[in-house]
């Protein structure tokens, strides 16, 4: 998709750039990224690397991509719950969550977002889910303000409301991203933030990031997204992951969804009336390995304790019946893959990881590019 | 002010920048914008945006503005309390501040304290101080080293001095920003570091970073300092914001400064004391609303419940008895402000926040500009 | 050692850079620097001021140093026990640290390591540990992810693997380290992840950049390691410190160790053993001021409280017993010093630090050039 264009020779020519030293390209090649994604123009560049005066020069290829739509604002301004997004809005995140697994394996520090500064308002610690945010903002090269006592912040001792913290917080930064412990917190956020807010979990309410890069890792692990069949194991009933995952894959066509779960923490009807409505097929198997022979993805999930409370009896029996192990694996079609949403105990065995088809920490990963985008588009656009 | 030099014409005709893209100039901008903050000639520049083979291009026009007092260093080395401020420093630091306020609004990415490093040092934490002073470091291209728990540090099961912390993080840094519950450890802090210090807090002492925003937003919001009326409002007896407002606005003529507040929270002699040998003009008052119609300034301030003890009564009557309400908008001047340092309970009530006049999140967004400027008087001087 | 080379003068002509503001060299010089640490050439440059139309213009002096072996790939994939360190890794790792002390005081803002992401992740609070890590990887132009809690992150509750959280975090950044609690947690963590791992200390294990900057300090004031006379004080059965150093002299020749404790907390027989069997000399005393008349450094400890249970008494009697005060620093010799790992106590008096053989503090920051050295090392090679 990528051509040569008059204004990289025009480059070349005038300014016998050819003999610049490699780091002035890779200068003006950073230059030229940032300017190409603030006004929408996509330029990559190639380096044809040559020995001079004992130092490596090279010279530079510009490449202009043409953007999606150039110029166009991302359609969301803040980034909820996962009904904001349909199939359209999904393409256009994975398309540049792509651009984004390039620049995050080929260069070292790039630049879009420099001199955006994200404000990490985190009411209860989620270190991993922290740093997947605070990590795609620097790859991108913006800075971090982060806190992870934020409760402290608008102490509840003190009173402050959390609009009212809202609106010091969007003074010190681009854009905010918020983990909360109430439901409904990060909406009221947005509604008060003059900037974007990201949805980094708000109690039993939304996720929205972890559902986007479910589906984006099954896009990208099995090629496609219509006519895919999913099994959804373990605990049905709370994780709010497989749920969300279910109402996103209903976007698609032909999609079949099987629920292998334990009896206590079934899929609730509200999803499968949802399904229904939708036309998504979908059936609840207590055979595993069957379903797992049939199935492109195999999620899995950790069955919570705190779910059962005294009921430790009932957890036990809960947590050791779906196990996804070799004998699992082995039924399993040569690309299908085993998904999850981390961290894990036993319910995959760790001879799994291994087998290629073993995708949860590529998924994990995609957090990453996800993450990217979605900065990249609420801050920039495309 | 700004006028065009020899320099700039040098650059565009000798060089035909013209056909440059416009990163390029970005970039020279920023270089420029280094070199005239740390060799004292301030630059600005313009840009003249055209097309050129379907890329954005731009001219550079480059302005030379004349700096305040060219290569001068800052007064203070250290900023530990608000008796450092003559009118003359107050008036140096805010027109540094309006500078700030250009920064941040236009130039994402400004690069002035770029490799400067600033250690965060809080021995409790205070989020919103924390993230005000981390917004402006990283605003201005600076970095941060973050620690909330400090305490820690320099456990007090270790024994460390606060003398042998402060050698040891000098070290590692270019700033020490310190936050302390010990009147005085800013003071002990600055006689130790070899670096600038600013006292962030130190527990019931001084806090003058926030009574350096409080006197900069009544100049931005009234627009002068001299001739004022202030209302000073609610906890006059504990707040050490509002002692230190007064202290520095006896620093201006005429100012007239009125105190409302509940009997058992009263401004106390010595700030009453002071005033009266300044010749500065104060009245205690019970009638919010007969002074709120000649203010300029109704500052209100949280009543602090952890100062009542046991006697909760005598809070909830306190707390209730002057309340800053659309009544009390009604009749303040059309060009008078609502003012507050946050966080509010309910002390303002909420429909006041749509009203222009309610200036208070003004306020806090003058706090990254002050400080702001401060780091880069204490780093680089003008 | 440095030489003009004909690539400087080929720039220098060909461009007539000499007529370029200073900024643009600075910048230029930024660029050769990244370039000549990833592409093995080591580039430094002067800069020759005069003045042009008003602004400070410079010409650039571009120098190449030969890299100790060009292209070379430091030889350690991760720092995790001092057992790994021989005299050449050591000698390397401290002329890079040499370098380091150059580019921490000159140049404001490196870049070497721009574009890498250093995650630190502590299982226990480390503050002054964790700020020099930092410190360093920000002097260098990189960037840091940073938690405190990380056992949160891999909660015992939710009972993540170390191994899966570090293939998590590795997924994240580009360097991990890490605190642990658990002795041998390090080399857990270096054989699952793919990107080098640093220990900055695992339990009662190892604390490798400590006995590293150790080491370096030594080098550094006495000005050889070989033949030096070294007093090790305080508490040496538990010190992890003082072991790892007296392992790490015994890779020198000539090397005299005097150990000096409280009967309580004598130095252990292995490291007695393992000197011996290195032919490495060393008696036990408790003489302090006769040792500190003979030595070239007096490596003091702290005695730690928590090691003596209930036994206050033994604990307040062992803590007295050998004060470096100034009555220990009029017998120490001219060219000698006083060591401490810090934080200290009162088993170095604070009338000391005036003296200029008080090295404690030089010591502390030399930590900052060892991590600096460390962490270019495995992330750029030579």
């Known amino acids: 998709m990528a051509t040569s264009t008059p204004f990289s020779s025009y480059f070349l020519q005038e300014r016998s750039f050819c003999r610049e030293p490699i780091s002035y390209f890779r200068e003006l090649a950073l230059n030229f990224s940032t300017l190409s994604t603030r006004n929408p123009i996509n330029l990559s560049f190639e380096r044809r690397v040559f020995k001079r005066s004992g130092v490596r020069c090279c010279a530079l290829e510009i490449k202009k991509t043409p953007a999606i739509s150039t110029g166009k604002m991302f359609q969301l301004d803040d980034v909820i719950e996962a009904q904001q997004f349909d199939r359209e809005i999904l393409g256009n995140i994975f398309e540049v969550a792509r651009e984004m697994e390039v620049i995050e394996k080929n260069s070292h520090g790039s630049q879009i977002l420099k001199g955006y500064l994200m404000a990490t308002l985190f009411y209860e610690p989620s270190t991993r889910t922290r740093l997947s945010f605070e990590s795609a903002m620097k790859r991108l090269g913006g800075e971090v303000l982060t806190t992870e006592n934020a409760r402290e912040f608008s102490s509840a001792a003190k009173g402050e409301t959390l609009e009212d913290t809202i609106r010091t917080v969007e003074g010190y930064s681009d854009i905010i991203v918020m983990r909360h412990f109430e439901s409904g917190a990060a909406r009221r956020a947005a509604a008060t933030a003059g900037i974007p807010v990201i949805n980094a979990g708000d109690g039993p309410g939304q996720h929205p990031t972890q559902a986007l890069l479910d589906v984006y890792t099954i896009d990208r692990e099995i090629g496609k997204l219509d006519g895919i069949k999913v099994a959804l194991v373990g605990d049905l009933a709370n994780g709010r992951t497989v749920r969300s995952l279910a109402y996103l894959l209903a976007k698609y066509q032909d999609v079949k969804i099987f629920f292998v779960s334990p009896d206590v923490v079934k899929m609730k009807d509200d999803i499968k009336h949802y399904l229904t ?70 319910e995959i065995t760790v001879d799994v990881d291994a087998d290629h088809r073993a995708a949860y920490f590529r998924q994990a990963k995609n957090g990453l590019f996800i993450r990217m985008a979605l900065l990249k588009l609420l801050l920039i656009g495309w």
Chains 1, 2, 3 share one sequence.
């Open 277 to 346: 409505s939708k036309g998504v097929e979908w059936e609840e198997s207590d055979d595993l390995m069957e379903v797992a022979s049939k199935c492109d993805v195999v999620y899995q999930t950790r069955i919570q304790r705190e779910r059962f409370g005294e009921r430790i009896d009932l957890y036990e029996e809960a947590r050791g019946k779906y196990i996804v192990d070799c004998g699992v694996l082995n039924v399993m079609q040569k690309r299908a893959v085993v998904m999850h949403p981390l961290p894990r105990l036993d």
